[in-house]
Structures are given as structure tokens and as C-alpha cells.
């Protein structure tokens, strides 16, 4: 993996200045056991002003601009330059009003008042901050990160300094849910591979990975904000940012390609456990978000005043970032401490990206990292979600962070260099400096001579692969195969059999790209061997309403006992373990009921958290029936009512996708696979190479051009011959009248 050095993006809303907000920074500063006034000055820049300035126009933030401040009684001195990499002049929001109706704006620019740099003399420091009115932002100073914030109503320039980590107070934790109570739609980690087998192989990872984020905003955050829809938006477009910026070591680019506004009410509750409201969240993104706008990750932010139970600020599903059900987290953004809460997106979105919480062998220089178990302002990953991420890709579960977002979904400044294809640009291979891709101009963002492409997997040596070349191989019966289109070099997004169709000889089905089997869980869970075990496991354990046996939590912290009826969709119930290589942190319950051997397994993750031994939803507890919230219900529920059917829709000649869509069998084509054609779908491409230009040519060249050919000697043959018959008589003729004027002279 191509590791950058890291460079933080951080963008700290303007807002007005009032008395109210005096008197809630004098709140937010009381908190902290320790801050200090610091005044900063400009020493060198490409134009004056005062920081606490409110009028600026585009042009008087200049490109590079240093500054003096006191850090811990010691001056340092600040190198800034403007970051050009965000904020798309067609900027998208969505709201929903009070009839449940969705709204689409389009604000205005905004103006660049955004840096980032280093601390002089200091190698691995980082600063990014904005400019906009005063000195907003944070400074990463030998192993400490530093809140800057102007102090509100300040005519000499004050600003308050403190540790980001005492910015709240209170205990807090991080809940997570393991991908396992969820259903990833990506090749598992096969057992029989090590973790550190895969990290031994050649690393396969792409160059970048882009993570397409929406963010939605509940209505208490709203209200909180004084209903000012302008505050609201760009401050989570410099959350946005700030996440980019934490991501970038990672080789990760965040994009903010959507943005939601709950303005009258919330369509879900967001009280209760943290849990139940991201169980809420998931369920809603899934019916409403994804229809309306495509992405990878969405996470709530709550404006609730507090941390939910047992302190926990934000909760995630783990490994999910392709999974329509379950690719999101929950986050508590309560105050103005804007650098705080984008550190608890960045660690439930670690999450949704396959990071676990960090153990204590894994540190960033000494200090904690994003990915520690508990709230600590960290803006750094350490090595060991880094590799937490690279396993996520090398097993497959990133194909929805390969395609690069398209440009007219991105919010942020189009800019030649970022990286990022912006509208109008062929290609964007990153700085001069930075580029390695031949097919690629770095100083005009065009394609070079003779390229007609440069990124994705359809681009090969700087051309594009023929329509109809399998760029993604379906990862088991129940994904779809993608195919090139023969105009861009991007392959499709990633698709798959529409949820709820029979698998496994009718006895699972399909759900998220997975054949739902409880063997598949169990050779998950616990390794190459392992199996369901007998229905008497699952009526014997899960109806205890314990540990090792249960349908779900209650809010208080309790086991739900389950119903017989519904004993198959608590903990999975498993047999041929191997107890000597059991899961890390696992207790194992064995026991024998009727003859049969039962192992489950409890996993002890914390406050608040389901563990990755339930049963997945999809899973098939009786004939015609499947698992969903803990419960056996009829196997209609799986069906997304997308109003496609196999045998009429698609002619009996293919299957239908997620979308709705006919995946025709090769020989026909879409959309209803009624005519010949090549195969594939509308979404996933054509599944069989385009040789029609290559029969053209070789009809030409095989065949006519030999007709042709054959055609020219034959008129070059009459012609001669017709040419000499001519010749021989005017020469027979020319003869004989030579031979009579030669008798005549005599």
C-alpha cells in the first residue's frame, strides 16, 4: 500500500458572532481542566489583514501564509498553504420538509479560506486550519493534538488552545457490531488463511481507494443550529474534509456525495439504545437514502446532549462498506466542538472499513490512535488498522471503494492535482511530483498522446479493454459478474442477485450477494470443519435468554429469550469445531442435548454491542421462511418489491439484479433478454466481447479484398488482351498497306 505523508484537512465553521455564542464558548472552555489564550501573528504572507476579519472576498486569502504561536510556553511558527481540494462549486443538498417531501438546493460558492502545513523544525507535525474568521482548526505537535479556536466577540486577536482530548469530559466508548450480525456482501476471510498468511502475500491493494459518503443531519442537530440550513451544511462539508484529511496516510479519499437534512422531524427515533437507533438508521438508509443517492457509507450525526448508555458516542457495523443493509454508524455531535465529533466519524467509518478497536500493543508514537476503544481526540490510524483495511480489500470486500466517484457527484473544488476526477478533467494522477502513471498528464489533468485512458480496471497500458472483458468475477451464485463497456476504464459498481431468491437447491437464499447458509456462518465463525449443528441446539440454547443463547438485548443490558418458533435467528448453533483454535476473545459453551453436540461462542465487545455469533438475517429458519430482527418470518419479507421476475421479466432467459434490472444469459440481450444480444444487464454490462469489428475486418480483409483483387486481374487481363487484339491489327493492317506502297514504288 502507498502510505502519504499525512496531511490533515481541517475546516472550522464561520458563524456569527453574538453574545449567545459568547456565553457558549465560556460553557465549552469551563470543561476543559486546561486551555490557554494565545494570540497568533502573521509573519509572512501574501496580504494583510486581521484574523478576526469578517468581510474577505475570494481573492484576499492568499496561497501560503505563516504564523507565530505559543504552544506550551514555547514559540512556534506555522506554515500554512491553502488546501484546493474540496468543496465543488455544484454543491447538492437534500432536506425533507414536514410532509415527508425531499428537497434539492444548490448553494452558493464558497470561499477558500482553508490551509494546511507543519510546525517548523517539527517532521512529523501537522496543522490544518481555516482562515475564515480567526484561526480555526488543529495542530499535531509531538504526539499531542492541539483545538484552536478565536475567542467569539474578540477585539485583540484572542484565541483558546487546549488539548483536543479533554474537549469531553465525560467517560466514552465506541459501540460496534461485528460484520457477522450483519451480511457483508464480500468473500469471507477464508479460516484455513491466516491473518498473517494474507499480509504476506503481494500486496494487491488499488492505488486508492474512494469512499463515496453521504452524511445525515437528525433534527435535534438542526435545531441546535439555530435551523440555519447554511451553518448546518458547511459544517459537515468541513467535517467531510477533516475525515478526508485523516484518511489520506491511508491511501483513502473521502467524498462527500450527499448530504441530508431532517428540517421538521426525524423519520426514526433516536432515543432508546445506540443499538436500536442504528438499527433504525440502517433500515431507513436502506428503504429511503439508497434509492435517491448511491454511496458506500452514510452516518447519522445525533444533536442529542449527551453520550447514549454506557457512554457510548457512536456505534458501527464492522466490514460492511459494500453492504446495502448495514454500510453505517450513528455519531453524538452535541456543543460546537466540530474537531472532536469528526474524530468519532472517523472511527465508526474505520469501522464500516473493517477496523477493529486497537489493543494495547497498537499506538501511534506512545500515544492513542483513532481506532482506540474509547474517545480520545486521536487524529492518526495506527499500523494495525491499517492492515485491518488491507485484509478488508484482499479478501474482496471493498469493490464498491474501486470505482472512482463520478465528477459530477462530488462535493469539493475542482482542482487539477487532487487526485480526484473533477468535471472536465480526462485524468488525475496527483501532483508532478506525486505522479507515476504514463498514460496521464499531471500539469493539464489530459490524457497524454495516443492514451484513451488511465485509471480503472477497463484500462490496460493506456487503452481501453474491449466491451464485453470481465473485469469483476462473481464472487459466489449469488453475485453478478461486471464487464467493461468499452468507453471508460472504470468497471461497473458491483451488483448482485436480486435479494431473496432461492440458493442452494431452494434450500437458503440470496440476500446482499450471499447465499445465507448457517454452514457458511459457522465455517465463518469458527474455522475450516465447522457446521450447523442439529435444530435441538438452536430450541435447546437459545430459548435460556443467557450469553450463549439468546435472541437479542434489552435496553437495560438483558437477554431476550427466544420463542421456539424464532430459536433458529438467535446464536448461531455449530458442531465439528476445533476447540484448539477456537476464536481470539471468545468463550465457547459446549454441550451435549439428545445425542447432539452444540458450540457456541459469546464475544465480550463491550457496552451496548451485539456480538458476531447471532444469526444473520437471510438466514432460512424454516421451509419458506427466514431470519429478520431475531424473528422467523415469512421469506416474502427478502423480496424489494422491485418489480422484477425472472420467467416473465427477463423471458426466462436470465436473473434479475439488485436494481430491479435483467442479467440476461449470454446470446441475449437487455433489457428483457427477448432479442439476441451479448448478454449481461443495463447495470453490469455485456457479458461476451464485441467481435463485430474484428468479423468486419476479417470479412474484409479474408474476403473482399481477394474478390477485389481477383476483380482487378480479371479487367487488367480482359483489357490487355482486348488492348493487343487491337495492336495486332492495326500492326497487320499497317503491314499490309506498307507492302503495297513498297509493289507500287517498284
Known amino acids: 500500500m502507498v502510505i502519504r505523508k499525512p496531511i490533515l484537512i481541517a475546516f472550522i465553521l464561520h458563524f456569527c458572532i453574538s453574545g449567545t455564542e459568547n456565553k457558549d464558548f465560556s460553557g465549552f472552555t469551563s470543561k476543559l481542566p486546561k486551555y490557554s489564550?494565545?494570540?497568533?501573528?502573521?509573519?509572512?504572507?501574501?496580504?494583510?489583514?486581521?484574523?478576526?476579519?469578517?468581510?474577505?472576498?475570494?481573492?484576499?486569502?492568499?496561497?501560503?501564509?505563516?504564523?507565530?504561536?505559543?504552544?506550551?510556553?514555547?514559540?512556534?511558527?506555522?506554515?500554512?498553504?491553502?488546501?484546493?481540494?474540496?468543496?465543488?462549486?455544484?454543491?447538492?443538498?437534500?432536506?425533507?420538509?414536514?410532509?415527508?417531501?425531499?428537497?434539492?438546493?444548490?448553494?452558493?460558492?464558497?470561499?477558500?479560506?482553508?490551509?494546511?502545513?507543519?510546525?517548523?523544525?517539527?517532521?512529523?507535525?501537522?496543522?490544518?486550519?481555516?482562515?475564515?474568521?480567526?484561526?480555526?482548526?488543529?495542530?499535531?505537535?509531538?504526539?499531542?493534538?492541539?483545538?484552536?479556536?478565536?475567542?467569539?466577540?474578540?477585539?485583540?486577536?484572542?484565541?483558546?488552545?487546549?488539548?483536543?482530548?479533554?474537549?469531553?469530559?465525560?467517560?466514552?466508548?465506541?459501540?460496534?457490531?461485528?460484520?457477522?450480525?450483519?451480511?457483508?456482501?464480500?468473500?469471507?476471510?477464508?479460516?484455513?488463511?491466516?491473518?498473517?498468511?494474507?499480509?504476506?502475500?503481494?500486496?494487491?491493494?488499488?492505488?486508492?481507494?474512494?469512499?463515496?459518503?453521504?452524511?445525515?443531519?437528525?433534527?435535534?442537530?438542526f435545531v441546535y443550529k439555530k435551523q440555519n440550513e447554511t451553518a448546518v451544511r458547511e459544517e459537515m462539508v468541513q467535517m467531510a474534509n477533516l475525515l478526508d484529511g485523516y484518511y489520506k496516510p491511508l491511501n483513502i479519499r473521502v467524498v462527500l456525495v450527499g448530504l441530508e437534512i431532517f428540517k421538521q422531524s426525524n423519520p426514526f427515533s433516536v432515543d432508546g439504545t445506540a443499538g436500536e437507533v442504528l438499527g433504525e438508521f440502517v433500515k431507513w438508509r436502506k428503504s429511503t437514502l439508497l434509492p435517491k443517492i448511491r454511496h458506500d457509507i452514510g452516518q447519522l450525526i445525533v444533536g442529542r446532549s449527551g453520550a447514549y448508555g454506557g457512554g457510548v458516542l457512536g456505534m458501527a457495523f464492522v466490514g460492511t462498506v459494500c453492504s446495502v443493509a448495514s454500510s453505517g454508524g450513528i455519531n453524538v455531535f452535541s456543543a460546537d466542538n466540530l474537531n472532536f465529533a469528526s474524530t468519532v466519524v472517523a472511527h465508526e467509518m474505520g469501522h464500516n472499513l473493517g477496523m477493529n478497536h486497537d489493543s494495547t500493543d497498537c499506538s501511534c508514537n506512545g500515544k492513542s490512535c483513532i481506532m482506540s476503544g474509547g474517545a480520545s481526540g486521536a487524529v492518526q490510524f495506527s499500523k494495525c488498522s491499517e492492515q485491518d483495511f488491507e485484509a478488508l480489500i484482499l479478501r474482496g470486500g471493498g469493490v464498491c471503494l474501486r470505482n472512482q466517484p463520478s465528477a459530477s457527484d462530488v462535493i469539493g473544488t475542482a482542482e487539477c492535482g487532487n487526485g480526484r476526477l473533477d468535471q472536465g478533467e480526462e485524468c488525475d494522477c496527483g501532483t508532478k511530483e506525486e505522479c507515476k502513471n504514463e498514460c496521464c498528464d499531471a500539469a493539464t489533468c489530459k490524457l497524454t498522446r495516443g492514451s484513451s485512458c488511465a485509471h480503472g480496471a477497463c484500462c490496460d497500458k493506456c487503452q481501453l479493454k474491449v466491451s464485453g472483458t470481465e473485469c469483476r468475477k462473481s464472487a459466489n451464485v449469488c453475485d453478478l459478474p461486471e464487464y467493461c463497456d468499452g468507453k471508460?476504464?472504470?468497471?461497473?459498481?458491483?451488483?448482485?442477485?436480486?435479494?431473496?431468491?432461492?440458493?442452494?437447491?431452494?434450500?437458503?437464499?440470496?440476500?446482499?450477494?450471499?447465499?445465507?447458509?448457517?454452514?457458511?456462518?459457522?465455517?465463518?465463525?469458527?474455522?475450516?470443519?465447522?457446521?450447523?449443528?442439529?435444530?435441538?441446539?438452536?430450541?435447546?440454547?437459545?430459548?435460556?435468554?443467557?450469553?450463549?443463547?439468546?435472541?437479542?438485548?434489552?435496553?437495560?443490558?438483558?437477554?431476550?429469550?427466544?420463542?421456539?418458533?424464532?430459536?433458529?435467528?438467535?446464536?448461531?448453533?455449530?458442531?465439528?469445531?476445533?476447540?484448539?483454535?477456537?476464536?481470539?476473545?471468545?468463550?465457547?459453551?459446549?454441550?451435549?442435548?439428545?445425542?447432539?453436540?452444540?458450540?457456541?461462542?459469546?464475544?465480550?465487545?463491550?457496552?451496548?454491542?451485539?456480538?458476531?455469533?447471532?444469526?444473520?438475517?437471510?438466514?432460512?429458519?424454516?421451509?419458506?421462511?427466514?431470519?429478520?430482527?431475531?424473528?422467523?418470518?415469512?421469506?416474502?419479507?427478502?423480496?424489494?418489491?422491485?418489480?422484477?421476475?425472472?420467467?416473465?421479466?427477463?423471458?426466462?432467459?436470465?436473473?434479475?439484479?439488485?436494481?430491479?434490472?435483467?442479467?440476461?444469459?449470454?446470446?441475449?440481450?437487455?433489457?428483457?433478454?427477448?432479442?439476441?444480444?451479448?448478454?449481461?444487464?443495463?447495470?453490469?454490462?455485456?457479458?461476451?466481447?464485441?467481435?463485430?469489428?474484428r468479423n468486419g475486418l476479417l470479412i474484409f480483409f479474408l474476403l473482399v479484398v481477394p474478390l477485389l483483387v481477383a476483380a482487378i486481374l480479371v479487367l487488367l487481363y480482359v483489357f490487355k488482351r482486348d488492348s493487343l487484339d487491337i495492336c495486332l491489327k492495326q500492326r497487320k493492317k499497317y503491314n499490309k498497306k506498307l507492302s503495297h506502297l513498297k509493289h507500287t514504288f517498284i
Not at 191 to 209: E, V
Not at 511 to 526: K, N, S
Open 37 to 221: 489564550v494565545v494570540k497568533p501573528q502573521v509573519i509572512n504572507s501574501r496580504w494583510t489583514r486581521s484574523l478576526n476579519g469578517t468581510s474577505q472576498t475570494k481573492e484576499a486569502y492568499g496561497d501560503k501564509v505563516s504564523y507565530t504561536l505559543m504552544i506550551n510556553n514555547k514559540k512556534h511558527i506555522l506554515h500554512l498553504e491553502k488546501n484546493r481540494e474540496f468543496l465543488h462549486p455544484n454543491f447538492v443538498q437534500y432536506s425533507r420538509d414536514a410532509s415527508g417531501n425531499y428537497n434539492t438546493s444548490y448553494p452558493r460558492q464558497h470561499v477558500n479560506c482553508y490551509y494546511h502545513g507543519s510546525v517548523e523544525g517539527y517532521e512529523r507535525s501537522v496543522v490544518a486550519l481555516s482562515t475564515c474568521s480567526g484561526l480555526r482548526g488543529v495542530i499535531l505537535l509531538e504526539n499531542e493534538t492541539f483545538g484552536l479556536e478565536p475567542v467569539p466577540a474578540s477585539t485583540t486577536n484572542k484565541h483558546a488552545l487546549y488539548l483536543l482530548k479533554d474537549s469531553y469530559s465525560e467517560p466514552v466508548t465506541c459501540g460496534v457490531i461485528s460484520e457477522a450480525t450483519s451480511t457483508p456482501n464480500y468473500e469471507p476471510f477464508e479460516p484455513a488463511q491466516s491473518m498473517t498468511s494474507l499480509l504476506r502475500r503481494k500486496r494487491a491493494l488499488p492505488q486508492t481507494s474512494f469512499v463515496e459518503l453521504v452524511l445525515v443531519v437528525d433534527n435535534l442537530r
Open 488 to 693: 471508460i476504464g472504470f468497471c461497473p459498481p458491483d451488483f448482485y442477485i436480486m435479494d431473496g431468491l432461492p440458493c442452494q437447491n431452494d434450500a437458503a437464499y440470496c440476500y446482499e450477494g450471499r447465499c445465507q447458509t448457517y454452514d457458511y456462518q459457522c465455517l465463518h465463525l469458527f474455522g475450516s470443519g465447522a457446521k450447523k449443528a442439529d435444530d435441538i441446539c438452536f430450541e435447546y440454547e437459545n430459548i435460556k435468554g443467557n450469553v450463549f443463547g439468546n435472541c437479542g438485548i434489552t435496553s437495560n443490558g438483558g437477554y431476550i429469550k427466544c420463542t421456539v418458533a424464532n430459536a433458529k435467528c438467535g446464536k448461531v448453533q455449530c458442531t465439528n469445531v476445533d476447540l484448539n483454535n477456537h476464536p481470539v476473545g471468545a468463550q465457547i459453551s459446549i454441550e451435549i442435548v439428545q445425542g447432539s453436540k452444540c458450540i457456541n461462542a459469546d464475544f465480550n465487545l463491550g457496552t451496548d454491542v451485539l456480538d458476531p455469533a447471532y444469526v444473520k438475517p437471510g438466514s432460512p429458519c424454516d421451509k419458506g421462511k427466514t431470519c429478520m430482527d431475531f424473528k422467523c418470518v415469512n421469506a416474502s419479507v427478502l423480496d424489494p418489491n422491485r418489480g422484477c421476475d425472472a420467467q416473465t421479466t427477463c423471458s426466462g432467459r436470465g436473473v434479475c439484479n439488485d436494481q430491479g434490472h435483467c442479467h440476461c444469459d449470454n446470446g441475449w440481450a437487455p433489457p428483457n433478454c427477448n432479442t439476441a444480444g451479448r448478454g449481461g444487464s443495463v447495470d453490469s454490462g455485456p457479458a461476451m466481447i464485441d467481435y463485430s469489428l
